[in-house]
């Protein structure tokens, strides 16, 4: 192997591992065509392949750049909650709209899961979920141990905890949309 | 003031609307793409185009295929415009035409 082709296949190798995040079948794509673009440049000449290595970045950096965009679209195209947090994971580390929006969706889908186990677990423990009211305070969810006194909500409880969990999970995943939009309009190119 | 930054804004901005156009030419591979663009102007870079080009492929703007050229050589991945991605394209370029015509009222007719 010449020294530039031993360049290009260490070119390729290292993209080809950088792009872990990207499913197997799309990736053995994005690589190839890369190493065509590269040995292209190798047969006009040696300096045209520096200029193109040059130009396309060191690979882990070419390779950010597909995850990105590539994870953001694919993720928005899906609706899917994990490829989204997954997507602006990523970005979040560089932009504070990100990281406040995968903030305010984990708690939102932790708010989800709690108002879903309410309405699981009330017809099995009718006793231990509900809300009480209380004279320091009002206590709400799921008690080993409920408070003494009257439950106020009764079987109530199923709709609004179910509307609740299902509100929180729907406003979670349009703020990582919006979200994914305005990063992704941002980093067109 | 970063007059680079905002350059490099106004090309990132730019390079979606480009890279369309160019393909409602014709099909062609990356490398006849940034040929292409060069032609009129330095917008995009290899480390930018792929990249981009892969997102387009996967929102369904553009669709690509494989061919090994008859000279020989590297197998190359020719790109074209869908449907949905040559309405892109037209409705990017009557947009732009709308938003060039504004800043050129605002900006250089300026007496």
Known sequence: MTEPARRIADYTRRLRWSLQAI????????????????????????DSL??????????????????????????????????LIGAMLVRSGRSVAAFGAVLAAMLLYLFALVLAAIVVAKPLFPGHVGLWRLPQQSAFGIFTDPPAGPEMMGLWVLPV??????????LATLTLRRTGRHLLRRATA | MDIGGWQSQLRKGAAELVLLSV???????????????R?????????????????????????????LPVEGGNPRKYYR????????????????VAFRTTITTLVEDQP
């Open chain 1, 161 to 170: 905890a179910l509307a609740g969990a299902l509100a929180c999970y729907a």
């Open chain 1, 50 to 83: 520096d200029a193109t290595m040059k130009a396309m970045g060191p690979p882990h950096a070419l390779a950010a750049r597909y995850v990105q965009e590539y994870r953001l679209a694919g993720a928005l195209a899906e609706d899917r909650p994990a490829p």
């Open chain 2, 23 to 37: 393909l409602s030419r014709g099909e062609a591979y990356g490398l006849e793409i940034l040929a292409r663009i």
């Open chain 2, 81 to 96: 415009l869908t449907p949905e991605g040559a309405d892109l394209a037209k409705a990017m370029t009557a947009a732009w």
């Open chain 2, 39 to 67: 032609a009129g102007g330095d917008l995009v870079s290899e480390g930018s185009l792929y990249p981009l080009l892969a997102r387009l492929e996967k929102a369904g703007r553009i669709t690509g295929r494989w061919e």
């Open chain 1, 23 to 46: 499913p197997a079948e799309d990736r053995a794509g994005l690589v190839r065509e890369i190493e065509s673009h590269l040995a292209d440049s190798l047969a006009v000449g040696p």
